[in-house]
């Protein structure tokens, strides 16, 4: 490589189910349209240890992982306007144009500009910017994160607050954000209402979050690991159960606390048969069950019809359906005014180094969220 590349050391998937390895990787400077990056700190996703497992249809290897992270913009390619060198920047693994049909719809989040390439680990011109020794290394969703400098285009980043710490509002770019946003822009829960929320990792906690702002009434947190229980109550989680301490399904167990149904219900595990236990918890006539779990290549959710025909209604959010450029900044800003809290979430704190220990605490259910300090 010329001096069109930059040294940086990077954490590398080599291939499904191994642990990532430290790489020293070359990094192509940024063509037009894009930015080049210094990841701060990142945060470590359920979603980065799925792909990594060899589950994710999508899954590339060899690839730097990680997509919630924190950086500053260190270098932009030809025709970048809307971030310069030395702003605070969150990556976007949903990218936001403005342009396309997705965009102008009003409808979504999902902006797919570079969509189909993202999903082939390269950049929207086809081509990577990660080397070692000239062999390609590929991008994941877009951000690459466990990389100390990472190249993204320029719709892919959220420009946000230079006072908020990276080290916290990393978790923004995708598991607080996502969790929040489920329940206050998917479901829209309202005053009064009741909720259930199956799974109390990152995602689900921040569904709390998001159901306490929105004033529920009820809010059920079920997992099957009781150490989530406490920081679920002190959210404002009002019940806490385990299924495993049930002898019926968890789903008649939830009917009959809620007078015949929750309102509203997010899946926040990415298992199948929760997702039916989400939805079968829900009130006839209105209630509706949100998915954001993510389940392997192959695995597929089912119900009884009559279920959705009686009135429940099934459905999935991304990124908490937020679209990230215009409203990222925006709940920065609420955490920086102490809206919600970020520093409950970050259970460990280590080096890139050991990031494959935050996998290990993520497998044995002792973490909430671990994040890396580059
Ligand atoms: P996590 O591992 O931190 O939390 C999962 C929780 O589910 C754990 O507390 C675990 O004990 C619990 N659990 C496991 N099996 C259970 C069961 N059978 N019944 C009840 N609880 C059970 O994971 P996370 O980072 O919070 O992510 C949760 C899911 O959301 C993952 O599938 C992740 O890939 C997905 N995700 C989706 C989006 C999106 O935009 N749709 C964004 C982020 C994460
Ligand atoms: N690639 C997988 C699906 C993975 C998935 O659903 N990703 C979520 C984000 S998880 C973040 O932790 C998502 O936003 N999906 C929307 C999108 O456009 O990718 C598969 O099944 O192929
Ligand atoms: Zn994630």
Redesign the pocket.
């Known amino acids: 490589p010329g001096q069109e590349f930059i040294k940086s050391k990077a954490a590398v998937a080599w291939a499904a189910g191994e642990p990532l390895k430290m790489e020293e990787v070359d990094v192509q400077l940024p063509k037009a349209g894009e930015v080049l990056v210094r990841i701060v700190a990142t945060g470590?996703?359920?979603?980065d240890?799925?792909t990594l497992s060899g589950e994710d249809p999508e899954g590339i290897f060899p690839s730097i992982l990680g997509h919630?992270g924190g950086g500053i913009v260190e270098m932009v390619g030809e025709g970048v306007t809307s971030v310069a060198v030395g702003d605070h920047v969150i990556p976007l693994?949903?990218a936001e144009c403005r342009e396309c049909k997705f965009c102008k719809s009003g409808k979504t989040n999902l902006c797919q500009a570079v969509r189909e390439t993202q999903g082939k680990g390269l950049m929207p011109d086809g081509t990577t910017r990660f080397y070692i020794d000239g062999e390609p290394i590929y991008h994941y969703m877009g951000c690459s994160t466990f990389s100390e400098y990472t190249v993204l285009p320029e719709i892919s980043l959220a420009k946000v607050n230079k006072d908020a710490p990276l080290e916290e509002v990393c978790l923004l770019g995708?598991?607080v954000t996502?969790?929040m946003g489920?329940v206050l822009n998917t479901a829209k829960v309202e005053q009064g209402d009741t909720v259930a929320i199956?799974?109390?990792?990152?995602?689900?906690?921040?569904a709390i979050i998001g159901a306490r702002m929105a004033g529920a009434s009820r809010i059920i947190g079920?997992?099957?690991?009781d150490s989530?229980f406490e920081l679920a109550k002190q959210l404002g989680a009002t019940d806490v159960i385990?299924?495993q301490e049930f002898d019926k399904p968890?789903q008649e167990v939830i009917v009959e606390m809620t007078d015949g149904g929750v309102d509203y219900s997010f899946?926040?595990?990415?298992?199948v048969?929760?997702m039916r236990?989400a939805l079968e918890c829900c009130h006839k006539g209105w209630g509706e069950s949100v998915?954001?779990?993510?389940?392997g290549a192959g695995q597929e959710i089912s119900t009884r019809p009559f279920q959705l025909v009686t009135g429940r209604v099934w459905r999935?959010?991304?990124?908490?359906g937020v679209k990230g450029r215009t409203e990222l900044p925006e709940i920065v800003e609420r955490y920086m005014a102490g809206e919600f809290g970020l520093q409950e979430f970050i259970t460990h704190t280590m080096g890139l180094d050991e990031v494959n220990h935050a996998f290990d605490l993520?497998?044995e259910?002792k973490?909430?969220?671990s994040v890396v300090h580059m």
Request: charged share 10%.
């Open positions: 470590v996703c359920h979603t240890a799925f919630e693994y949903t995708c598991g996502t969790g489920a199956f799974g109390l990792g990152g995602i689900g906690l921040s079920v997992d099957i690991n989530k385990n299924p968890i899946e926040c595990i990415g298992n048969n929760v236990q998915i954001i779990g993510v389940v999935g959010t991304a990124f908490g993520m497998h259910g973490s909430i969220r």
